[in-house]
T-cell receptor, first 112, second 113 residues
């Protein structure tokens, strides 16, 4: 059974600081997705990572995937308050077709 | 514009009442999913469907029912057997290859009154 763990579960950081959110998973996978959820809202797709070594960047967020280590990271550079949200990673197991397993989420709070 | 629409946005249920949440997509996706999210928590899979007229239970199907009579539609009924239905319900869809992950609807917030 595929298990996906994110850490930390909660992150409070100052504006301007850098930090990394980790997503590790228990079985072979070739696809990993990052989503953002604002309070009271739905999930919005951020990144799709489809191969080992894939790196995607959007603004102050950069996501990477290491399939050998079964690990993805979401790096935040020079955080701003607008990045405050909950971030979820989701993994497709190698024999899971289109089914995704979600991590528990990381709640990020960026303080001015 | 293609997308996935959930309605209503807010729903209030009395004790012992069945309610149905609507989910419609025009993305031509074969697969559709229902998730429940409690405050401050992650997503829990209720039901999913990969094809019309077929669906499977997820991790927390008890007290819920679904139908998939049309490709575009996947309504969720919260029955009176669901003792603690107050939550945020999210519908999602994807193609069968899952290349782009899931597209989510805007959610329905259900409250028992």
């Amino acid at each position: 059974e595929l298990k996906v763990e994110q850490n930390p579960l909660f992150l409070s950081m100052q504006e301007g600081k850098n930090y990394t959110i980790y997503c590790d998973y228990s079985t072979t996978s070739d696809r990993l997705y990052w989503y953002r959820q604002d309070p009271g809202k739905s999930l919005e797709s951020l990144f799709v990572l489809l191969s080992n070594g894939a790196v995607k960047q959007e603004g102050r967020l950069m996501a990477s995937l290491d399939t050998k280590a079964r690990l993805s990271t979401l790096h935040i550079t020079a955080a701003v308050h607008d990045l405050s949200a909950t971030y979820f990673c989701a993994v497709r197991g190698s024999n899971a077709g289109n089914m995704l397993t979600f991590g528990g989420g990381t709640r990020l709070m960026v303080k001015p | 514009d293609g997308g996935i629409t959930q309605s209503p946005k807010y729903l209030f249920r009395k004790e012992g009442q069945n309610v149905t949440l609507s989910c419609e997509q025009n993305l031509n996706h074969d697969a559709m999913y229902w998730y429940r999210q409690d405050p401050g928590q992650g997503l829990r899979l209720i039901y999913y469907s990969q094809i019309v007229n077929d669906f499977q239970k997820g991790d927390i199907a008890e007290g819920y029912s679904v139908s998939r009579e049309k490709k575009e539609s996947f309504p969720l009924t919260v029955t009176s057997a669901q003792k603690n239905p107050t939550a945020f319900y999210l519908c999602a869809s994807s193609d069968l290859r899952g290349l782009y992950g899931y597209t989510f609807g805007s959610g329905t917030r259900l409250t028992v009154v």
